[in-house]
């Protein structure tokens, strides 16, 4: 089988294959509890090369004409920054007893997707590279508001043990290094073969470094959210919720500003779709207290990937 032909088949079967692997990571994870510590050193490496492939795959040369599209970017930041503030605050009030499920979930809700939102966004025919104009955006919005939200929803002492160098870290390793690495193979490609045969490689493996991404971190946390599964249970009508709503809300939001079809989609997934392997490590740098905080995000993962996979068939249908 060519490389042309294998992506192709991967690409239409890759929601397929993206339940398999999460079955996989979920079945090594149960079975083989040991696994879950080298499991989650391959997070970050993985993430960072599927944000690599995913950046190779954006034309970088229109990324202009997308940030002249000011509707797109104010309805993707009004809905991440206005809207979803609301709805977090009402959806969380019955966990408003438990300090540690609080502020796990507020911490992955509050927070857009900035990596893989991109890879369903394509999916389901969303204007990918436009949301991929507005990622700096979200991302250094996030990492001001944050903070602040956290102290209106939570507890201002809470900031006391925030840390941003995580988040930091995050930002640099999984987007900017990703980025300038994608710029830099796409200019390169013109004039050297072999940053050609990288680009088309790298397109070819867009899926498997998906599954492989989805299948490291289930596998990594799926053990402690088995364990603590009495008490997870709590989040996941929230999480549910969150997404039915903001879909709604997303989609309401991206008409009021006018967009076309790709632009709605895309603001729709945007407002949905949360920034939880990318805070996973603030969780887990989180003090003595919150062990929980990171298993409240692996199960938001779990949730948001299947609404995710549903999201890909049903909002092409939706918005037409």
Known sequence: MTLNRLTAWLDTHQVALYLVAMLLGAGIGLGVPAVAGPAQTLINPSLGLLLYATFLGIPFTRLVSAFRDARFLLAVLAGNFM???????????????????????????????????LVFTGLAGGAKDRLLAA???????????LPLYLRVLVDASLLATFDPAPFLTALVGLIIVPLLAAVVTQALSARLAVARRLGRLMEAAMVPLMMLTLAVVIASQISGVGQEWATLARVVPAFAAFALIMAGLGWVLARAFRLDVPGQRAVVFSTVTRNSLVVLPIGLAMPAGFALVPLVLVTQTLVELIVMVAGVRLVPRLIR
């Open 83 to 117: 809207v979803v503030p609301v709805v977090v605050w009402a959806l969380t009030r019955p966990l408003a007893d438990d300090l540690v499920l609080l502020v796990g979930a507020c911490l992955v809700l509050l927070a857009p997707c900035i990596d893989y939102v």
């Open 135 to 145: 990622t700096p955006l979200l991302m250094f919005a996030q990492m001001a508001l």
